[in-house]
């Protein structure tokens, strides 16, 4: 597969291009180079792009991700009571049955609001001394600022996908996705931990020791599971296992979705029983090298029949592009489908990201308006990729590409004109996984 370096869009220019003041003519070449930055932004975003690009040099970011994302398998491997009073502490909700031991996704999340994003103080972060614990010790504060922390990441990124709106509003003319936005009123953080092996055999081990046998696993509500499979955050176990998906194929629905560049750690099979039975957070003291020196976002191009992998800087914020932004922006950007895939062979390798989705207000409406048709059918038509197998894909067979398309229903199908956002997403949500498409209110 060929890899997609993303383009790099530095947080000074970010702020430049979104700010109202503009430069004088005495700094012509300053405006032009800023005219170029916009240009390859919409390139990257729009209809010939990836549909992502990475943000660089934003403040605290790196210290902040730091911090959190080693936080989700902690909480991931903690016993069920502790962490459900950690999380109500911390005012975080779930998107999985956390009580399901058979569970390969750990998700936790939490409401932001715009009205607070732009009102927050600052949180102080640096106080937080993570590599230098000892092996196995509780750290209470690092739990004490998790629900912190997640907001202070969480804003920021709003901060970054609320500027970035208004860059491609000024290149695409008026302000639908600003506006779009700010009338929506919040955005969804998600923690979230991609289990390793080893970590599904601690829990399941530590679900037998508590009694927990497989008749009485506890069902995850289908509401909830809907929701989150339409985020692509939780993929069945017959796909984890077999096609080596963590997240399977999908396009996020919302406006845009900002990510952190993941975090993979190094787990044994000996470190964890201890911690979830004496009340103890699993240490993961160090961040593991990407075994294959990329992110494992792996993106699909309809138009190439071609399959790419996702490599961003070390550090770097990700900003992909949604179906709403796609629909409001008439085509101009591009809703990018993607999926996540297992590192072959390291069992023990676990995935820790925060993603926030920003999306429109539920009682949006959509136009067909001006929309090019062509790309509605495209979308998700013509998706002839192999699912199967990790590391290897290639063009397949007309039947296969017929499988793939069951799962990735064409935006054509699901779209219609008038649709509010959440008609849309309850349509899209049923087409990808049945059942009514009610959305979890967590």
Request: glycine fraction near 6%; hydrophobic fraction near 30%; charged fraction near 25%.
């Given at each position: 597969m060929e890899v997609v370096e993303l383009y790099e869009l530095h947080y000074s220019d970010l702020l430049q291009l979104s700010s109202d003041?503009?430069?004088?003519?005495?700094?012509?070449?300053?405006?032009?180079?800023?005219?170029?930055?916009?240009r390859s932004v919409m390139e990257n975003l729009g209809p010939e792009g990836p549909g992502l690009l990475a943000?660089?040099?934003?403040?605290?970011?790196?210290?902040?991700?730091?911090?959190?994302?080693?936080?989700?398998?902690?909480?991931?491997?903690?016993?069920?009571?502790?962490r459900k009073r950690l999380l109500k502490e911390q005012n975080l909700g779930s998107d999985v049955s956390l009580k399901n031991p058979n569970r390969d996704v750990s998700s936790f999340s939490m409401q932001l609001k715009y009205e607070?994003?732009?009102e927050r103080s600052g949180c102080q972060v640096d106080d937080l001394d993570v590599d230098n614990r000892d092996e196995g010790e509780v750290d209470q504060d690092e739990f004490k600022k998790l629900?912190?922390?997640?907001?202070?990441?969480?804003?920021?990124?709003?901060?970054?996908?609320?500027?970035?709106?208004?860059?491609?509003?000024?290149?695409?003319g008026g302000q639908e996705?600003?506006?779009s936005l700010l009338e929506s009123g919040t955005a969804k953080g998600r923690l979230i931990h991609y289990h390793s092996a080893a970590d599904n055999d601690v829990i399941r081990e530590a679900a037998k020791r508590n009694g927990q046998s497989k008749a009485r696993n506890?069902?995850?509500?289908?509401?909830?599971?809907?929701?989150?499979?339409?985020?692509?955050?939780?993929?069945?176990?017959?796909?984890?296992?077999?096609?080596?998906?963590?997240?399977?194929?999908?396009?996020?629905y919302g406006i845009f979705t900002l990510l952190t560049v993941p975090m993979f750690l190094l787990s044994s099979h000996q470190e964890a029983p201890a911690a979830i039975n004496n009340d103890s957070p699993v240490s993961s003291k160090h961040e593991f090298p990407s075994p294959g020196g990329h992110t494992y976002l792996h993106i699909f191009d309809p138009k190439k029949n071609q399959v790419f992998i996702v490599n961003a800087p070390s550090e770097s914020l990700i900003l992909q592009v949604g179906e709403a932004a796609d629909i409001l922006s008439k085509g101009k950007l591009r809703a990018t489908l993607h999926c996540v895939c297992r590192p072959p062979n390291v069992e023990n390798l676990s995935r820790e990201t925060f993603v926030v989705f920003l999306q429109p207000a539920w009682s949006k409406q959509f136009s067909l308006l001006d929309y090019p048709l062509e790309l509605l059918?495209?979308?998700?038509?013509?998706?002839?990729?192999?699912?199967?197998?990790?590391?290897?894909?290639?063009q397949v067979p007309e039947e296969l590409s017929h499988e793939i398309q069951?799962?990735?229903?064409?935006l054509l199908s699901r779209l219609k004109d008038g649709m509010t956002f959440a008609e849309f997403s309850r349509e899209t949500t049923k087409q990808y996984y049945g059942g009514k498409g009610l959305q979890s209110n967590k």
């Amino acid at each position: 597969m060929e890899v997609v370096e993303l383009y790099e869009l530095h947080y000074s220019d970010l702020l430049q291009l979104s700010s109202d003041k503009s430069l004088s003519d005495e700094f012509i070449e300053e405006i032009q180079r800023l005219e170029s930055v916009t240009r390859s932004v919409m390139e990257n975003l729009g209809p010939e792009g990836p549909g992502l690009l990475a943000i660089t040099g934003v403040p605290e970011a790196s210290n902040l991700r730091r911090t959190l994302l080693p936080l989700a398998r902690k909480l991931a491997l903690l016993n069920n009571d502790d962490r459900k009073r950690l999380l109500k502490e911390q005012n975080l909700g779930s998107d999985v049955s956390l009580k399901n031991p058979n569970r390969d996704v750990s998700s936790f999340s939490m409401q932001l609001k715009y009205e607070q994003c732009y009102e927050r103080s600052g949180c102080q972060v640096d106080d937080l001394d993570v590599d230098n614990r000892d092996e196995g010790e509780v750290d209470q504060d690092e739990f004490k600022k998790l629900g912190c922390t997640f907001k202070e990441l969480g804003y920021c990124m709003m901060d970054l996908g609320h500027r970035l709106a208004q860059i491609c509003d000024k290149a695409i003319g008026g302000q639908e996705l600003q506006q779009s936005l700010l009338e929506s009123g919040t955005a969804k953080g998600r923690l979230i931990h991609y289990h390793s092996a080893a970590d599904n055999d601690v829990i399941r081990e530590a679900a037998k020791r508590n009694g927990q046998s497989k008749a009485r696993n506890v069902k995850v509500n289908k509401n909830e599971q809907s929701s989150l499979k339409q985020r692509g955050i939780e993929s069945s176990k017959d796909q984890s296992n077999d096609y080596g998906l963590w997240q399977q194929w999908h396009y996020d629905y919302g406006i845009f979705t900002l990510l952190t560049v993941p975090m993979f750690l190094l787990s044994s099979h000996q470190e964890a029983p201890a911690a979830i039975n004496n009340d103890s957070p699993v240490s993961s003291k160090h961040e593991f090298p990407s075994p294959g020196g990329h992110t494992y976002l792996h993106i699909f191009d309809p138009k190439k029949n071609q399959v790419f992998i996702v490599n961003a800087p070390s550090e770097s914020l990700i900003l992909q592009v949604g179906e709403a932004a796609d629909i409001l922006s008439k085509g101009k950007l591009r809703a990018t489908l993607h999926c996540v895939c297992r590192p072959p062979n390291v069992e023990n390798l676990s995935r820790e990201t925060f993603v926030v989705f920003l999306q429109p207000a539920w009682s949006k409406q959509f136009s067909l308006l001006d929309y090019p048709l062509e790309l509605l059918a495209l979308s998700g038509q013509q998706c002839g990729v192999c699912s199967k197998g990790t590391e290897q894909y290639r063009q397949v067979p007309e039947e296969l590409s017929h499988e793939i398309q069951k799962i990735v229903p064409p935006l054509l199908s699901r779209l219609k004109d008038g649709m509010t956002f959440a008609e849309f997403s309850r349509e899209t949500t049923k087409q990808y996984y049945g059942g009514k498409g009610l959305q979890s209110n967590k």
